[in-house]
């Protein structure tokens, strides 16, 4: 009989906790986080896979100064890593350090307009993301690019080799700015025995999508 009364207070005791629990549960507030996502306005490329540059910078012509150079650069897109380009720049060669030390022309003035065309394929290594403020977004790309073509300078026409690195920022779905460095080397013996010419580019560019 002891036993039997002892269960039935322990199962009346099981019973108001459990109800004074639930009871309490159900009276606590709930309270929404004060989470708001923020809106963020990303440009993607568009469509389009032309891309047209318009570029300008400095070209460092080994024994011959840096010069100004600008140019252009017509892009096709063969997917979101690949893509091909035609690059044409015109700058001008300054006077070596022998020309200024003897007073003597070792090429006359027409032949330092120093022009360059080539065709280059390109890999977009790292693309990503940057941040303008806490609403713009900005895509990016981390390039890099290669190939062939040729330079006249010096009177004469010379096959060149060029290899380089860009960085891409898309401000709007059809227009990016571009940063490029790329070398440029081709053979020359203007100043003396025939040697492989270095030269350095840096540039920037604004590019439109059509």
């Not at 300008?56 to 011959?64: K, M, N």
Request: overall charge negative.
């Amino acid at each position: 009989m002891e036993n039997r009364t002892q269960r039935i207070l322990l199962t009346l005791l099981l019973l108001v906790s459990g109800g004074t629990t639930l009871a309490a549960e159900r009276m606590l507030p709930l309270i929404p986080p004060d989470v708001k996502p923020e809106p963020v306005d990303e440009s993607l490329i568009d469509t389009e896979n032309f891309e047209f540059t318009a570029f300008a910078g400095l070209l460092s012509i080994e024994d011959f100064e840096s010069s100004v150079l600008y140019g252009g650069r017509l892009t096709y897109h063969l997917s979101e890593d690949l893509f091909i380009e035609g690059s044409y720049g015109m700058a001008e060669g300054g006077k070596t350090s022998f020309e200024k030390l003897a007073l003597a022309e070792l090429i006359s003035d027409s032949d330092r307009d120093y022009t360059y065309y080539s065709a280059n394929v390109g890999w977009n290594v790292f693309p990503g993301e940057a941040f303008i403020g806490r609403r713009y977004a900005v895509n990016t790309n981390f390039y890099l690019t290669a190939g062939v073509g040729s330079t006249d300078f010096a009177g004469d026409s010379r096959f060149t080799v060029n290899f380089g690195a860009g960085f891409q920022a898309l401000m709007f779905d059809f227009m990016a700015l571009h940063f490029n460095v790329r070398e440029h080397m081709f053979d020359i013996d203007v100043v003396g025995e025939k040697k492989t010419s270095i030269n350095t580019e840096v540039s920037l560019g604004v590019s439109v999508f059509f």
